[in-house]
């Protein structure tokens, strides 16, 4: 099994701190970190739980990655990576017959034995946020709408020619479709998570309470208790894996005392375990993919416009040397010339409704001649 993470050089503590969990529960496991910077971070390359440090960029799964992490955010960079580090796994490690994803910030707590049995068995296998109905009202479907069905920090896939179609199509959407939506869904790549059982076959959908525990089911998730030898367990099945997404430690608070306590006191050990390692500053550093050559921060329009006029552009082959000022300046010029098409458009039905209107009148007149003709010959 070979297990991948993609990580910036301010979330590598998280993600080392999964690689150290993977190797401690799964020893026999590989672990792929795919780093999202310019350059490499010398923690990631002397990480002793890595087998494997590489920079997206040199994947060689998308050519022109410079261009692709141009237009995205961090977080946006993050999810489109996902498929393109599983895919450059597929292509890299073939004598590997299960190839799993995992966010950075996720933490393994015991063998993943059920996910590893499905994957056997089918060629893709997800985790649900929410998997018991009897737990779900009006307003948490409202939410699992906007969030998706399926967690996309935890996803199984077998050497399969059905994996093989998913990750190529997966990789192709990730290339420019990994927008942050407010108004339209919280997670850029949830949409094609939950389009998997309609467009491909034999996917399976784990249901098991241990897989992806996060603030998004925390409440379906409350009835957790501590085993011995640090073994935990939820509606007494084994706690697999947490997810310490954002919220996570409010989301504790929501539930009994003191079930709520054995979260909270996991998270504790979990963020202590990460401050540590991140201890030298890495928590802190600036997104090398933020930034022009320059060093000037690269705006939201800027990514914005690139997106949508230049991101086919040939003569744009490096945008990173580049400036806000150019994206801004032409963004100004893109809305003068949209708000002055409107009105040559009303100009241009006016003069044809008057060219019309004269035609109408003129054939009416020749009509009115020919008459008069027509009784004068009687």
């Known amino acids: ?33 795919g780093i999202m910077e310019q350059d490499m971070p ?14 997206m960029r040199d994947t060689g799964v998308i050519s022109h990655m410079h261009k692709v992490f141009f237009q995205y955010k961090l977080q946006e960079a993050l999810r489109a990576c996902r498929a393109l580090l599983v895919q450059y796994m597929y292509n890299n490690y073939k004598a590997e017959n299960l190839i799993v994803y995992m966010d950075a910030e996720t933490m393994v707590l015991s063998p993943l034995d059920e996910l590893i049995a499905a994957a056997q068995a089918h060629p893709i296998v997800l985790t649900g946020h929410v998997i018991d109905p009897e737990a779900l009202n009006m307003d948490d479907l409202a939410g699992i709408r906007k969030s998706g069905s399926y967690h996309p920090g935890l996803i199984a896939f ?37 389009l998997a059982h309609s467009l491909f076959e034999d996917v399976y959908a784990l249901r098991h309470p241990g897989y992806a525990v996060g603030p998004g089911n925390l409440m379906e998730r409350w009835n957790i208790r501590q085993g011995p030898n640090q073994a935990y367990f939820i509606d007494d099945r084994p706690l697999r894996s947490l997810h310490f997404a ?44 933020g ?66 209107k004269k035609r109408r009148i003129g054939r009416k007149k020749l009509s009115s001649t020919r008459k008069k003709r027509s009784r004068s010959y009687l």
């Not at 059905?162 to 990994?178: F, M, N, P, T």
């Not at 929501?254 to 500053?281: C, H, M, P, R, T």
Request: charged share 25%; aromatic share 12%.
């Open 1 to 33: 099994m070979v297990v991948g993470t993609v990580s910036s050089a301010s979330h590598l503590p998280r993600a080392m701190r999964l690689a150290e969990s993977i190797k401690r529960n799964m020893p026999g496991s590989k672990v792929v970190c």
């Open 42 to 55: 010398s923690a990631a390359s002397h990480c002793p739980y890595f087998d494997e440090v590489v920079l």
């Open 158 to 194: 077998g050497r399969h020619p059905v994996a093989e179609r998913y990750i190529a199509a997966w990789s192709k959407l990730s290339e420019r479709g990994c927008y942050l939506d407010a108004n339209q869904t919280s997670y850029a790549d949830q949409p094609w998570l939950d």
């Open 246 to 289: 954002h919220g996570f430690e409010l989301a504790a608070t929501w539930i009994d005392s003191d079930k709520g306590q054995i979260y909270s006191d996991l998270f504790y050990e979990y963020s202590k375990a990460v401050v540590n390692i991140g201890s030298g500053g890495l928590d802190h550093t600036p997104w090398s993919y």
């Open 291 to 356: 930034r022009y050559t320059s060093g000037e921060v690269i705006t939201d329009q800027a990514k914005k416009m690139f997106r949508l006029h230049y991101f086919d552009n040939p003569e744009i082959d490096s945008p990173f040397g580049l400036s806000n000022i150019f994206f801004h300046a032409n963004e100004l010029v893109e809305q003068e010339r949209y708000s002055l098409e409107p009105d040559k458009k009303i100009a241009s039905k006016s003069s044809r409704g008057m060219r019309a």
